[in-house]
Structure formats: structure tokens, C-alpha cells
């Protein structure tokens, strides 16, 4: 059988024939060249995993859109005898007969989860134009929530602005989340009668980002000035920010109502200053009249945008700030496929470039503790560092992230996707470390479940859980198959660890980790690891009888009960028996099979970076603002430090900040 390259997109077509029309991108049939066996190589695009046969990779991935340079030749094909099915928004590899209903990473719904071996490109029917200008009144660097809230807020200031992406796909990290933010003193709430008061509010913010600081009785509850007014301008322009973006009809609102019928409480609801406050995380209504998750957020911003002729360049990456001898910053060097070009800007340029999770070094340096990568979308480098660094810029918060578990090796397969663990669902189970101890309550968030990976031995001089691992029995498995960690109905079940008894478990988790050795530095099980974790096992059935965690409480929060308990994939399995009792906890079963996953420490991206004042101006170490530059979202030091607030904790500050430097950059 003949093969035949289409030259546009390198979509290969068997047949004595090549086809009329290429069914990927379209081109006609003259567009198709005979392919000589022998010179044909097969490429792998290193961040969607479409794949590619000719000589040489193809200029651009058509799914996914990045350049030659991020293809990778495929040297032996490992047979997959099941189907491969990629999620084209957090680029989660399925492996099975049929597609997930949901992406069980993300929750993209079916439609934007695509067959690898009929791969089409990513649907872009909202895309905006893009423009041969290089002057605007406003240049903004990105496109996520961050970049989108201020270049729409400029252009109702009447500005002209240029929006210029690195990447070819629109939407950055923010595409592949969940797309909550979190708003205190909302309209939904209001609406409700909720009491949510900016006092509460900033104090929650004040203790839960700087407890090591936080003093109710002090002038600007003990954190230092800057820290306290990026607070304050967050939460007396949160609900602002949203209600004019609301008011344009970028979006449209929707609070979101948990599986007992409530609006969401934050992510450390038991906190003193938190007073149990509920509602202040919202969604976009998507068409059915539902919330709408990262995908549906961003497909409404450009919507907006190309309605209203904001232009985006896709495939310009920002490498220089241009400053003048006043110090003014007046424009950008920007990298595209025609060469270097430079834009000019007559007012501001505004930063929402993301973090730096995708950048080794600044990993290495910056994140001490033991983490593997993040969920960021690969082109979050942590550009606007150096940028920023070498016009004089402040640098804050850089050891900073939001954070959460990912499952390990999935991770090392798919460093580009998105594998974190955002809730541990089921009731049956428990995470140990190389002694086989429990050291977290496992129902808590995912950004402070992050941190108890960073626990050090001072004796030993080791991170006793540099990776954890979490153990469950067959009933949890099933009952929550296709919550991740565990596997979709005959999916990634290789990442899981079956044992027939603990002790046989325990071998295998061992020999699990001598495979992975180049990947986990020292960490290895602790010789008392079998043991430790039939006493855990003992100790942990023993408070699911009683339904007490004596150890780390688990169950003794409303977050754990709802936002980290949910409801089993059969929605017709009758669960919990009881609400009555602390449902968090189930005995394992006394028989096998066990399963073990292994969890590490990883970011949804970095937040530390250039440091900014309640415009969003960019401050130098005089802490003067640098005229004429702005930044928000990730790639600033973060307004909250190390605190996720609440579900939605990082595109709401990020939208506001955003905001704020449309508004004063605008003037
Ligand atoms: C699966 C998942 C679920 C999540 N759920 C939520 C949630 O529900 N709520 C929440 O608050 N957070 C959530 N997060 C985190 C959230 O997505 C990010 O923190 C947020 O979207 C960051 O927004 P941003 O505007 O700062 O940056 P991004 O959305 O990352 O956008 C940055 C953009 O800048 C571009 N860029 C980078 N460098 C350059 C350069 N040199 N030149 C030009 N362009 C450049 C990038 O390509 C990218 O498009 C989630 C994350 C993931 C992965």
C-alpha cells in the first residue's frame, strides 16, 4: 500500500491514491506527496503527542500549534493495543476502545477529547484576529485570564491595544483549568443575604497568606505595607472587576452548589478569621445554563475580543522590555516567525505571562523543596523574569507557587499535562511515606496537601515524603474509577500498584521505585516500610469504626466533607451510608487485592516574580514604579504568597490585577 504526505499539516494517508481533501486541514489533493518509505521518520510533538511522519518534523504541530523545535523522532513505536485518545485542552493521554466522558484531569467534555490516530486540530471557531500594526496604545504580553481581563479593560478605556502570544493555541493555563475565581462579596452572594464583609474577608487573606506575620491587633494586621495594600486593592476590586466584565457581556456568572445543595466554603474554611463564609467562588455559565470551566472562560474572551477587533498575535514571543533614557517603558522585542520584530507602545505594556514552571533552572533554584513540574501549559517559562530582572525590576515571592499533588509517573510520561491530583476521592484509603506513616490528612486542598511533601528530617537529612504514596483497597478503586488517581474503565491502570496482600504490595511499591531511580534521586522505602504500613493500615480502620481521626483529623472540616469527598463515577451506588457519621473514613478491606499510586509534590504554576503595588505597576528595588510597565496573574509576586484562598484563589486575583493595570495604565 502507497503512503501519501499531505505537505500542510504531515497527515500521512494510505492508499494507491492520495485523498481528495486532507481530512485534518483541509488542503487539496495536489498537496499530497508519494512518500519514500525509507526516508520516512515518525515525530512525536512533545507537548499535544500528535504524531508526524516524513523526514523532518513539520514547521507547525496542526493540533496544537507549536513549532519544529518541540517534535521529538520517534525512535522504536511501543505497541499500544488499546486506542490513544488526547485531551486537546490539559493534553491527558487516555488509553482505551472509547473516549472518557469527561477528561477525569481537566473535565473538558467529550467533544475536545480527540482519537491520535485521526488527530484534527484543536476548534478555534472564536479565534480573534491578529494584526500587522506593531504600535498600540497598550501592549499585552499572554493570553490567560490575566492578560485577557486587562486587554479588554483597556480597550473599554478606549485604548488600542495588541495582544501578542508565544504559543499558537489562545488561552495559556487558564484554558486548561477549571476557570473558578474567587470573588469575595459577590453579587450571588448578596443575593443571598450572605454576609461576606471586606473586614472578614482581608483578615481570612492577611492570616491565611502570612500566619507567620498575621496580628489582628496591628496596623495592617503585621504584614508589611505593600503586602497589606495588594490585599486590600484585591478585595475592594475583586467584585468590581467581574461585575464590569459581566456588564460587556464577556461573561455571564454562576455560583457554584456542591453535591449537598451548598455554595462552596474556602479552602481553609476552619480557619478563626474565615467565620465559615460561603459562596465567594464563581464560574462562567456555560450554554447549558451551567458552570463552564476553564475552556468555556476563555472561549468567551476571545469571543469578546474578536467582536470587538482586540487583535492577538499567536507565535510572537515577548524576549526584551524596551526602556528609554527617562526610563519610560516604551515597547517590546518580540520573536515571530518572520524574525525579530519590535512594538511599540505609547503608554503601558502589561505582563500576564504565567509563571515559570516549564523553566528547569529557575525550578531548580527557586522551588527548594521536592517538586515534579506542574500542570502550567508548557509555555509558562518564567519569561518575564529575566525581562523584568534587567531593567531593575523587584523580584518577590519566588519561591512561591499554587500547588498540588500530581501522580508521579504519569507525570514523567506526559511532563506537558496536566496530572495533578486535586481531591483523593474515597473513603478507604490513605497516603504513607517511605515509612509507610501517614502525614497528611488526605482530604484537605491541594495546594497545603502540596506543602507536606516539603517536611525535612534533620537527623536523617532527608524529605521523608518526597513522594507519598497512596493506598487503597479494590471497593475504592471501583467505586471511584476515573477519578484520578485511579484508573478510567481500562485506562492508565499501569500507573497503578496492585498488591494481593500488603506485604505483597509493599514488594511491589519497592520494585516500582528501583525502576523509577533515575528519576527519584535517593528516596527509596525505608526498610521498616511493611511494617509501618500494616500499622498504619491497623490504626487507620480503627478510626474509620469509630470515625475519628485522632491523627490528622480527617472529616473534621466542612471542606473535607464536601469540596474533598466526592460522590462515587456510578451515580447509582447509594453513598454515603449514612450521613450521620464521618463518611471521609471506610475500613479497608481485610482482604486484597490493594492498590498504591505514587504521588509527588507539583505546581498548577509558579507565582513569585517581578513585585507590584496596588496598580499593578512594576516596582524597582527603590520600590518606585517603572513607568510604563504593569503585570499581573502568575508571573508577578503573587498577592497571596503561598495561600490558595479559596476554590478559584488564583484567576480571581489574577482578572483583578489585570484590571487594575488596564485601569492606571489607561490614564
Ligand atoms: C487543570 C487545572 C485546573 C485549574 N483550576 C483552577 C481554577 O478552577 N481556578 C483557579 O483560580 N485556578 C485554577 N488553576 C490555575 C490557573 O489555571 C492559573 O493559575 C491561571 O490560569 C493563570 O493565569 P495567568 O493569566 O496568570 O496565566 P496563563 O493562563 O498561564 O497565561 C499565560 C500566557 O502567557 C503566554 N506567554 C508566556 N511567556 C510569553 C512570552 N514571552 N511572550 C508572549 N506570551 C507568553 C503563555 O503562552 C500563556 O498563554 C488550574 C490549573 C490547572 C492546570
Request: glycine share 10%; aromatic share 10%; charged share 25%.
Amino acid at each position: 500500500m502507497k503512503k501519501w504526505k499531505c505537505t500542510v499539516c504531515g497527515y500521512i494517508h494510505q492508499g494507491d491514491e492520495p485523498p481528495e481533501e486532507c481530512p485534518v486541514c483541509k488542503a487539496p489533493k495536489e498537496k499530497f506527496v508519494l512518500l519514500e518509505e525509507e526516508n520516512v521518520s515518525k515525530w512525536r510533538c512533545g507537548v499535544c503527542g500528535y504524531t508526524y511522519e516524513g523526514e523532518a518534523p513539520p514547521e507547525e504541530c496542526p493540533v496544537c500549534g507549536v513549532t519544529a523545535d518541540k517534535f521529538v523522532k520517534v525512535e522504536a513505536e511501543v505497541r499500544i493495543d488499546e486506542k490513544l485518545w488526547q485531551c486537546t485542552v490539559c493534553l491527558y493521554i487516555h488509553e482505551g476502545a472509547e473516549p472518557p466522558m469527561f477528561c477525569p484531569r481537566c473535565w473538558a467534555p467529550q467533544d475536545l477529547i480527540m482519537d491520535m490516530s485521526n488527530p484534527k486540530p484543536i476548534p478555534d471557531q472564536n479565534r480573534p484576529d491578529s494584526t500587522d500594526e506593531t504600535e498600540a496604545d497598550i501592549l499585552v504580553v499572554g493570553t490567560g485570564a490575566a492578560a485577557f481581563a486587562a486587554a479588554i479593560t483597556a480597550a473599554n478605556e478606549g485604548k488600542s491595544v495588541i495582544m501578542l502570544e508565544k504559543s499558537g493555541v489562545i488561552g495559556g493555563t487558564t484554558r486548561r483549568s477549571g476557570g473558578g475565581f474567587w470573588i469575595p462579596m459577590n453579587r450571588h452572594q448578596k443575593a443571598k443575604g450572605i454576609d461576606d464583609n471586606k473586614e472578614d474577608a482581608i483578615k481570612y487573606m492577611c492570616r491565611q497568606s502570612y500566619p507567620q506575620l498575621y496580628n489582628k491587633d496591628l496596623e495592617f494586621y503585621g504584614l508589611p505595607e505593600n503586602e497589606y495594600k495588594l490585599i486590600e486593592a484585591f478585595c475592594d476590586n475583586a467584585n468590581i472587576t467581574v461585575d464590569f466584565l459581566e456588564g460587556l457581556g464577556v461573561f455571564e456568572t454562576i455560583e457554584d452548589i456542591n453535591w449537598l445543595g451548598k455554595n462552596q466554603v474556602d479552602y481553609q474554611s476552619n480557619l478563626e478569621e474565615n467565620k465559615g463564609i460561603r459562596g465567594r467562588i464563581l464560574f462562567t455559565k456555560n450554554e447549558q445554563g451551567l458552570v463552564g470551566y476553564g475552556v468555556v472562560l476563555m472561549e468567551s474572551f476571545k469571543k469578546y475580543a474578536k467582536k470587538h477587533g482586540i487583535p492577538v498575535n499567536t507565535h510572537h514571543e515577548v524576549t526584551k522590555i524596551l526602556r528609554n533614557d527617562q526610563g519610560r517603558v516604551y515597547g517590546l522585542e518580540v520573536k515571530t516567525r518572520a524574525g525579530m520584530k519590535t512594538f511599540q507602545a505609547r503608554k503601558a505594556v502589561i505582563f500576564g505571562s504565567g509563571g515559570y514552571t516549564h523553566n528547569e533552572e529557575l525550578m531548580r533554584n527557586f522551588q527548594r523543596g521536592p517538586i515534579y513540574g506542574g500542570c502550567a501549559t508548557p509555555e509558562c517559562t518564567g519569561d518575564f523574569i529575566p525581562m523584568a530582572a534587567q531593567i531593575g525590576a523587584k523580584l518577590g515571592n519566588m519561591q512561591g507557587a499554587f500547588r498540588a499533588q500530581c501522580l508521579f509517573e504519569s507525570k514523567l510520561a506526559n511532563p506537558n499535562a496536566a496530572n495533578n491530583c486535586f481531591f483523593i476521592p474515597g473513603d478507604a484509603m490513605f497516603q504513607v511515606n517511605k515509612y509507610g506513616k501517614r502525614v497528611v490528612n488526605e482530604k484537605r486542598n491541594y495546594n497545603d496537601r502540596g506543602m507536606a511533601h516539603f517536611a525535612w528530617d534533620p537527623n536523617k537529612g532527608e524529605w521523608p515524603n518526597q513522594l507519598l504514596f497512596l493506598i487503597a483497597d479494590k471497593r475504592t478503586v471501583e467505586l471511584w474509577e476515573g477519578f484520578p488517581p485511579y484508573a478510567t474503565t481500562g485506562g492508565d491502570a499501569k500507573y497503578l500498584i496492585k498488591g494481593d496482600s500488603l506485604d505483597e504490595l509493599a514488594d511491589n511499591i519497592k520494585k516500582r521505585l528501583d525502576k523509577l531511580a533515575a528519576h527519584i534521586g535517593s528516596y527509596r522505602l525505608d526498610e521498616s516500610f511493611a511494617d509501618g504500613l500494616k500499622e498504619t493500615f491497623k490504626r487507620f480502620n480503627e478510626f474509620a469504626k469509630t470515625g475519628k481521626d485522632l491523627d490528622f483529623h480527617r472529616g473534621d472540616y466542612e471542606y473535607d466533607l464536601e469540596w474533598g469527598s466526592p460522590k462515587p463515577a456510578n451515580p447509582s451506588v447509594e453513598w454515603p451510608e449514612s450521613m450521620d457519621k464521618n463518611y471521609t473514613l471506610h475500613p479497608l478491606s481485610e482482604e486484597g487485592p490493594y492498590f498504591a499510586a505514587i504521588l509527588g509534590s507539583s505546581t498548577l504554576d509558579t507565582n513569585g516574580g517581578p513585585v507590584v503595588n496596588e496598580n499593578a505597576q512594576v516596582l524597582d528595588w527603590d520600590n518606585k514604579p517603572i513607568d510604563g510597565l504593569y503585570g499581573a496573574g502568575n508571573c508577578i509576586a503573587a498577592p497571596s504568597a503561598n495561600a490558595y484562598w479559596g476554590g478559584g484563589g488564583t484567576i480571581g486575583p489574577a482578572m483583578t490585577f489585570g484590571y487594575l493595570a488596564a485601569k492606571h495604565a489607561s490614564k
